[in-house]
Every structure is written in C-alpha cells, then in structure tokens.
C-alpha cells in the first residue's frame, strides 16, 4: 500500500466520523430516529442515520482510489442504499425489503457478479443451469442482505461482525495480490471504524437499514467475486459469515416450528439471548459474538477440502448445537414465551 493510499484511508475515516458528528449533532433537524420501544435497548431517542456516514465516505473512497472495476456494481447498492434510507424514514415491510434486495442481487448478477458453480459435492461439481442459478443466486443473496438487517440489534454488533468478516477479504486480497479485493474491504472497514467512534455502547447513533442492507450487499458482492476467482468455494461462505446466517435461520426456524410468522420482528435473536445470559451487559455480548465470529471465519479460511460436503455438515452441526443450546425448552415444545 503506497503513501497515497493510507492518506486516502486516513480521510475515509474523517468523513465517516465527521458525518456521523453532524448526524448526532443535527438529530432532531434531519429527524431520521430511532424510538424508544418494546424491542429497544435504548431509553431516549436516537438517529439511526448512520449508514450515510458509511455509504458517503465508501462511495467518496472507491472513487478516490480509482478501483480497477467496473463502477456498475455501484448502481444495485445505491438502490439498496436507498431502500434502507427510505426504511428509516418512512417505514417498509419486511416482505417489501425482501423483494427490492432480491432484484438487487438479481442485477448483481446480470453485472457481471454472477455464479453458476456451487461448491463440489461427492466428487461431483455442482453446476446450474443459467436461469436457476440466477434464482438461486438471487434469494440466497437477498437472504445474507436481510440477515445482516436483523443482527443489527445491539450497538456496535453489526459493525464489529462486518469488520471480522471484512478482515477475511482484506486477508485473500493480501494472499492473492488482487488489488480491487483488498481496496474494498479495508475501504468498507475504514469507513465503518469512522462510524463506529459514535456507535460503540453507549451508541449516540445506529447505523440504520441504510447502513446494514449496505453492508450486507457489499460483502456478498464481496464473496461472490471472492469465489468467481477461485479464492474461496461457494459453500465455505457459511463459516466465513456464519453468524449473521446462523442467526437469521434459527430465528425462521424457530418461529415456524411455533407457528408464528417468520418475517414477524420479536426478541429471540441470538443476540437477545446472549445478553439477557449475560446480564444485559452489552459490550460483553457484542464481544462474545465477535469472538464466536473470528473462530468460524479463521476456520472458513483455513478449511482446506476438496469435498464441500464436510463444511456443509460442520456448518449444520453448529446450526444444530446453537438452535437446541440457545432455545429454551418450552419454546421448543411450542409454547410461547413473552
């Protein structure tokens, strides 16, 4: 890395921490806030514009640093940008957030962003044709988005996963030499250290859907170029961003085994339950996860197989030890608990 590009790094990071001052500062001007509810860990009012500080000095970085790529990618994440944007201002349905995030990672993948090879499974490479691998591609896609979206319920936790997971890219850009792989992870990371100044317990700000939708867009566009250049394998995206899916499957399944709607908002995230274990104390939390997070990301990157199918079944051993060790007894029998 040259003199020139830590300099632009360094200035990343004053944007992002810059706008997210004047977004706390001019709160109740900009009125895009957070209030206080039964699902909240919060007791006042707060803004939840961050994810303008992280999309503004990402955008102001990949421009800056000139990233051999093609900038049409840019195009689908101002539209995902835009949902969140308007998701925390006006208020969407989940189902309608779904949707958008689904023709988004559809024109992904109609940019060039695309796969057609899905991991080797028994010594059989696993190929779709084109029009189910874009199915394919976009609900799986649209799934990550969302499950970023939904892990974003304590401060700081979406920022500090999103870091872990970045580091692993950051990393194969290092191993492999490719300059547009490293850029944009240590851009995204750079800029979400800039937020996270003002969003770390006690949080002054959230990064909102604008923030997380973004992040969860930006690293699927990050794997999925990861595994067209054979740097990684379709599957082993499950450990290298085990958490946010972990917890986002748990959480359907669960709530389908209770017969309750599995796009309904309720307390039973994997971070809800850890920080009531944890006596509400969030910073522990957060860094409890971070930690569960670092060993599955280490373990994705260093899973050396040639058969797919042995992280697929580790992947679902730990779904298994995480849904019958983080739900409780009743719930599983199917009774509600408040």
Known sequence: MNLFNIYVLIGIFGISAIVSF??????????????????????????????????????????????????????????????????????????????????????????????????????????????????????????FINAVNLIDGLDGLASFIALIILSAFAYLGLKWDDVFLFNMAVLLGVSILGFLVFNWHPAKIFMGDSGSLSLGF???????????????????????????????????????????????????????IILKQQNRHVVRTVLLMGVWQMLFTYIGLGFKVRDDVYILILFLLCFCLFYFSLTPKKRRKGYHVS
């Open 218 to 272: 930006i690293i699927v566009l990050l794997c999925v170029y990861a595994i067209k250049q054979h740097y990684i394998t379709a599957v082993s995206v499950l450990l290298l961003a085990a958490l946010p899916i972990l917890d986002t499957l748990i959480v359907m399944v669960r709530r389908v085994v209770n017969k309750q709607n599995p796009f309904k908002a309720d307390k039973t995230h994997i971070h809800h």
């Open 22 to 143: 004047l977004l706390v500062k001019y709160k109740h001007v900009i009125r895009i806030l957070d209030e206080p509810n039964a699902r909240s860990h919060h007791k006042v009012v707060i803004p939840r514009s961050g994810g303008i500080a992280i999309f503004s000095a990402f955008v102001t970085g990949v421009f800056s640093l000139d990233i051999s790529h093609d900038y049409w990618f840019l195009a689908p994440l101002f539209i995902i940008f835009v949902l969140g944007l308007y998701d925390d201002i006006k208020g969407i349905s989940s189902k309608k957030k779904l949707l958008v995030t689904f023709f988004s990672s559809m024109l992904l993948f109609f940019l060039g962003f695309d796969l057609e090879r899905y991991g080797h499974f028994f010594g059989h490479e696993v190929i779709f044709p084109l029009w189910i691998s874009c199915l394919f591609f976009s609900i799986a896609c649209a799934g």
